[in-house]
């Protein structure tokens, strides 16, 4: 019974999907919806998402959205549009992970950065199909939301935030199949 239970949350805490991943292919991370339920200081925060890259065949890779030394202000987040966070081009497909992590910036050195949580994106490849796993590393500051694709509650440091990603196909044109631009007429 108890090993029915835990096989039950282990696939409660990951999501799995599939599609076909072609040659020529660019997959990006969107940020469907990001809400704050409750911030972590009394005036709001200043946050920023990190995500870093673990590919097989290349050295780890670490992204912040937005660049340093931007970041946004929780109490716009009300104010938030779709936003693509990671792209990355594929001549064909190939496995990596993705840690993608919600932090609080502080001043650093006397105050570090604050993570409010973490969720992990694995990508591999079966038979040329692409397939995806969010799985939560830290079920004490994420949890999924329920009846929502890829969505999760970050509740770590005292905060709440509610975001919610999608791992879309792009198309990408081979570069000798783009036409460039015709000249702009010129006034004489």
């Not at 779709?82 to 650093?108: G, H, N, Y």
């Not at 199909?129 to 079920?139: A, G, Q």
Request: hydrophobic fraction near 35%; aromatic fraction near 10%.
């Amino acid at each position: 019974m108890l090993m029915r239970i835990i096989k039950s949350l282990a696939l409660g805490l990951s999501i799995f999907s599939t599609a076909v991943l072609a040659e020529n292919q660019e997959l990006q991370i969107n940020l469907k919806s990001f809400e704050v339920i409750h911030p972590q200081e009394k005036r709001g925060d200043e946050l920023y998402i990190s995500i870093t890259e673990f590919s097989k065949n290349n050295l780890p890779r670490n992204y912040k959205v937005p660049p340093f030394p931007s970041h946004w202000l929780s109490r716009y987040l009300n104010s938030f549009k779709e936003m693509t966070l990671w792209r990355k081009s594929f001549e064909q497909c190939e496995p990596l992970d993705l840690l993608i992590t919600l932090v609080e910036e502080d001043a650093e050195p006397w105050d570090p950065d604050d993570s409010l949580g973490s969720v992990k994106l694995q990508i591999s490849c079966t038979n040329g199909k692409l397939e995806e796993k969010w799985i939560i590393p830290n079920s004490e500051k994420v949890s999924e939301i329920a009846k929502k694709k890829n969505a999760f509650h970050f509740k770590g440091s005292n905060a709440q935030y509610d975001m919610q990603f999608s791992l879309d196909n792009v198309a990408v044109k081979p570069l000798d199949k783009i036409k460039p631009k015709e000249a702009i007429p010129q006034k004489q």
